[in-house]
């Protein structure tokens, strides 16, 4: 969990994203506009000429554009703190899959283990005459079947490694055996989901900038100071500049921020209808899931091994014979790997109320 929350390039552009609102909000704290200096210098030194220069805009632009930048940072960073959570549920349940994925691979060598020795008893029942081709032939085409399974789970389990990996940002090692070590517990502590706050954050920021673009409609005023030196007499004092037109409409720039404002609205109430059906769904997946989970054995691959050896014995006793043992063995192996996919979507179910409820049991 914490080699994702320090790789994750997801959760790393989120980061970037505050770095560039701060960047927007310093440059918005005082002015507007920077100060202007102009200065004239003759060429035979006699003449000098200078003046400073500060534009305010007495409409409220700058106010309306720091109050603007203030919004989106508090956007930005709760839009981060978000992708934590969601870094961190990405992480349990791509976890997790890998977890099933290997599971689901060391399940289908041992399967394909067994079918190869059902082979061989095949084989030798048929050199000493007492089988037949039909199970020899029978008993190479299933091995064929385990060798595919076998060769798939290996592929699945290369991509789950590797979507780990993508994560956190180096090899995964050993894991554990059970998807349900993901999150061990039900979600616990919540608090306010930080991608709504985002949402009414940008939705402020959008209000403010709509604000500046209507203040805007009116030049800022210059105020400052010059100062004059020409054949040793100097003249100073206070300057006051204002740029024609006196003023704009801006009605490009009010339509665009007007626009905006109706998309960050539209963002905010869309965020917010997603988040009550995601907690809502998810905690009836839960239910569901660990209701079923709860109807199985607790540990049903400690029953498979047995009931497999049992199986492979009753074949090579000649009890039973090889159709019937492959439809029983194919019956364990397919009851071994649900449970374990059982297991699994409990594990999903219980990732996705935390994240639902942005439960802080999702951090380490």
């Given at each position: 969990m914490r080699a994702a929350l320090a790789n994750d390039p997801a959760l790393a552009s989120r980061i970037a994203d505050v770095d560039a609102a701060a960047g927007v909000r310093r440059e918005n704290q005082l002015f507007r506009h920077n100060p202007e200096v102009d200065a004239l210098q003759s060429t035979d030194g006699d003449r000098f000429?200078?003046?400073l220069v500060q534009r305010l805009s007495l409409t409220g632009e700058g106010f309306n554009a720091s109050r603007s930048a203030r919004a989106g940072v508090d956007s930005?960073?709760?839009a981060a703190e978000r992708a934590?959570?969601?870094?961190?549920?990405?992480?349990?349940?791509?976890?997790?899959?890998?977890?099933?994925?290997?599971?689901?691979?060391?399940?289908?060598?041992?399967?394909?283990?067994?079918v190869a020795r059902l082979r061989g008893v095949a084989e030798a029942r048929v050199a000493a005459g007492e089988g037949t081709d039909f199970e020899l032939r029978l008993a190479r085409l299933e091995q064929a079947r385990a060798m595919a399974a076998w060769l798939d789970a290996q592929a699945e389990a290369s991509v789950a490694d590797a979507d780990l990996a993508a994560l956190i940002g180096t090899m995964p090692g050993e894991l554990a055996r059970d998807p349900l070590?993901?999150?061990?517990?039900?979600?616990?502590?919540?608090?306010?989901?930080?991608?709504l706050v985002a949402t009414k954050a940008a939705t402020r920021a959008a209000q403010a900038a709509l604000a500046r673009e209507?203040?805007?409609?009116?030049?800022?005023?210059?105020?400052?100071?010059?100062?004059?030196?020409?054949?040793?007499r100097e003249l100073y004092g206070p300057v006051v500049t204002m740029q024609l037109p006196v003023w704009r409409w801006n009605q490009s720039g009010i339509g665009a921020a007007r626009g905006n404002l109706r998309l960050a609205k539209a963002i905010e109430a869309?965020?917010?209808?997603?988040?009550?059906?995601?907690?809502?769904?998810?905690?009836?997946?839960?239910?569901?899931?660990?209701?079923s989970l709860a109807t199985l054995a607790?540990?049903?691959?400690?029953?498979?091994?047995?009931?497999?050896?049992?199986?492979?014995?009753?074949f090579t006793s000649g009890e039973v014979n090889l159709s019937d043992t492959l439809l029983l063995r194919s019956r364990v192996v397919e009851g071994e790997r649900a449970w374990m996919e059982a297991r699994a979507a409990v594990a999903g179910a219980r990732i996705d109320v935390a994240l639902a409820r942005q439960s802080k049991i999702l951090l380490p």
């Open positions: 000429t200078g003046t930005a960073q709760a934590r959570f969601e870094t961190a549920a990405n992480t349990r349940i791509a976890y997790a899959r890998a977890v099933l994925a290997r599971e689901q691979l060391r399940f289908a060598e041992e399967d394909r283990a067994l070590v993901a999150i061990s517990a039900e979600p616990g502590d919540t608090s306010p989901r930080s991608d209507r203040s805007a409609r009116l030049p800022a005023i210059g105020f400052g100071a010059f100062y004059e030196k020409d054949a040793g869309s965020t917010a209808a997603r988040a009550a059906t995601e907690e809502a769904r998810a905690a009836e997946r839960l239910r569901v899931a660990e209701e607790p540990d049903l691959e400690a029953e498979a091994a047995p009931a497999l050896r049992a199986i492979e014995r009753l």
